[in-house]
């Protein structure tokens, strides 16, 4: 079944950066648009942002524009998620999955858009505190 690995999580204090990566476990990334979510203990999953492999196009959730960056390379199989400024509120388990990027822009609920993705991984932790 096809699934992806995150990693890259970390304790980080506030106002610090990580680099998260997606890489799918046997099969190639060229045909898929990836999204990042997250889960925040006792809260629903939620969509983070989202990779198109047509054009590379990229969509973000408000909370993180200006702060997270989505890339991907084909060549080395992975997305990447670059977080800066991070503040306590992004701490969370950081999964991503494969769906269609246009779910994004026509957000209705959190249910609703990771309803639209699969193959999800095993998450990774990431925690923001001093």
């Known amino acids: 079944q096809a699934q992806f690995v995150e990693s890259g999580g970390a304790l980080v204090q506030p106002g610090g950066s990580l680099r998260l990566s997606c890489a799918p476990s046997?099969?190639?990334?060229?045909?898929?648009?990836i999204g990042w979510f997250r889960e925040a203990p006792g809260a629903e999953r939620e969509g983070v942002s989202c990779?198109?492999?047509?054009?590379?196009?990229?969509y973000y959730q408000d909370f993180a524009k200006g702060r997270f960056t989505i890339s991907r390379d084909n060549t080395k199989n992975t997305v990447y998620l670059q977080m800066t400024s991070l503040k306590p509120e992004d701490t969370a388990v950081y999964y991503c999955?494969?769906?269609?990027?246009?779910?994004?822009?026509?957000?209705?609920?959190?249910?609703?858009?990771?309803?639209?993705?699969?193959?999800w991984g095993q998450g990774t932790q990431v925690t923001v505190s001093s």
């Open positions: 046997g099969f190639t990334l060229d045909d898929y648009s």
């Open positions: 990779i198109s492999n047509i054009n590379g196009s990229t």
């Open positions: 999955a494969m769906g269609d990027c246009r779910f994004f822009s026509v957000y209705i609920s959190d249910h609703y858009l990771t309803s639209r993705f699969g193959s």
